[in-house]
């Protein structure tokens, strides 16, 4: 049984179709299926249905697949810290994130330190948190960097950024021209907000118990970009995060003073996979990058 079997095995279990997994794999459909039929012959069992020119992972196929996957980790990690032997400056990062544009200058400013380290970074929907929890552990990346917590028992979680979250109005709006409330004062008032389930509602929701208001949410949207559009549309008002820069939202931002309003960034990693000098250092560093430029965590400190 050889690696390449195994590799070319967890690719076709994964997309179930063997041309979809030659083109993946940039290897010629006959090829692969000879490997897949001799790594069958060696296990003396059939790992996928076949029927007509479709294929299944068959129970035998799910069980061996949960153990090659667990080989793969393992050696994908072997390679990482015998990379990591020859110094941090070839290391190699991968994370997951719900929260790219809060970390894209926390990037650049660590490749500049470390123009050599690599990085692999996917974007994850901010309401699919148990994805991130997956792909760390199956290994597919080091570190997730989200405003919603994993609170997983075998997973790690420091914060590095609590973001200070406004009350957005439209210009014409009666508190548009106020620098504090209490968010008492917009008890009833029509606002602009996630879908249920998503976890920014979540802690907006908790928002508004501490202060014991209710709300009317007129409208419920999938992201941050209708949000924006339909509060300086007048339609409500909405539980934004404080501005990045310079930049100017096309609505009132008034801050809140009780209860007091942050979104709390967290870096996390599994803690029993062994974490490449480059993906310690990268914590490290976004603790302190983070803790330089927030400072007191007033509004226009706020990245």
């Known amino acids: 049984m050889e690696l390449l079997q195994l590799q070319y095995f967890q690719t076709v279990a994964r997309m179930e179709h063997m041309t979809k997994a030659a083109k993946e794999l940039r290897i010629a459909q006959p090829a692969l299926s000879k490997t897949i039929a001799r790594l069958e012959e060696d296990l003396g069992v059939q790992l996928f249905d076949r029927q007509n020119r479709q294929i299944k992972l068959n129970s035998f196929g799910r069980a061996f697949l949960k153990s090659v996957d667990t080989a793969l980790a393992a050696i994908e990690e072997g390679k990482r810290e015998v990379s990591d032997l020859a110094g941090m400056e070839r290391g190699s990062i991968r994370i997951a994130t ?3 544009p809060r970390l894209s200058k926390a990037l650049g400013a660590f490749r500049e330190r470390y123009p050599d380290v690599n990085f692999r970074i996917i974007q994850i929907p901010p309401d699919s948190t148990m994805e991130m929890v997956q792909m760390l552990g199956n290994g597919e990346v080091d570190l997730c960097f989200t405003a919603a917590a994993l609170e997983e028992d075998n997973i790690q979680e420091i914060p590095v950024l609590h973001a200070e979250v406004f009350l957005a109005v439209p210009y014409d709006h009666r508190l548009a021209g106020r620098t504090s409330i209490s968010l008492q004062e917009v008890a009833g008032e029509a606002f602009i907000e996630y879908k249920a389930g998503h976890p920014f509602r979540k802690m907006n929701e908790e928002f508004c118990r ?22 300086s549309a007048g339609l409500g008002a909405a539980f934004v995060p404080g501005c990045r820069g310079d ?19 967290t870096i996390a990693w599994l803690e029993r996979r062994y974490l490449s000098k480059a993906a310690k250092e990268f914590q490290s560093f976004l603790v302190d990058y983070f803790g330089e430029i927030q400072g007191p965590m007033k509004h226009r400190d706020v990245i």
């Open 210 to 231: 501490l202060a014991g208001i209710s709300r009317d949410v007129v409208c419920e949207v999938d992201e941050p970009a209708a949000i924006v559009s339909l509060v």
């Open 247 to 265: 930049e100017k939202p096309p609505y009132a931002m008034v801050r809140i003073e009780k209860p007091s309003c942050y979104r709390t960034f």
């Open 98 to 100: 719900t929260a790219l």
